[in-house]
């Protein structure tokens, strides 16, 4: 049950995150990022596809990784599992 509640919430979140991103000033990314961290440990597809955008995204990947580094530990964590290794 908190599983399925989790996913319906990290979802909700990232939907308002996504619409917030395209207003003028974009709140949206701390929604799309809270939402993030409710879907990664309950949604194995979720850290998958959040891994693909990084690795096609740059600019998604510089946010991300500045969003984790400022973030407190147990967040830290769970973004962290999204983190993409350069192909060099």
């Known amino acids: 049950m908190m599983r399925i509640l989790c996913r319906v919430i990290g979802s909700a979140l990232c939907?308002?995150?996504l619409i917030g991103m395209l207003t003028p000033i974009p709140f949206g990314l701390i929604f799309f990022?809270?939402?993030l961290l409710f879907l990664i440990p309950t949604t194995p597809?979720?850290?998958t596809a959040v891994?693909?955008?990084r690795r096609?995204?740059?600019l998604?990947?510089?946010t991300m990784s500045?969003?984790?580094n400022r973030m407190p530990y147990p967040?830290?964590?769970v973004l962290r599992k999204t983190e993409v290794t350069p192909d060099w």
Do not use: C, L, N, P
Request: aromatic share 16%; net charge positive.
């Open 45 to 47: 597809s979720a850290v």
């Open 51 to 53: 891994q693909w955008a």
């Open 33 to 35: 990022v809270i939402g």
């Open 56 to 58: 096609k995204v740059r």
């Open 60 to 62: 998604f990947d510089r």
């Open 15 to 17: 939907f308002i995150g």
């Open 66 to 68: 500045a969003v984790t």
């Open 75 to 77: 967040y830290r964590r």
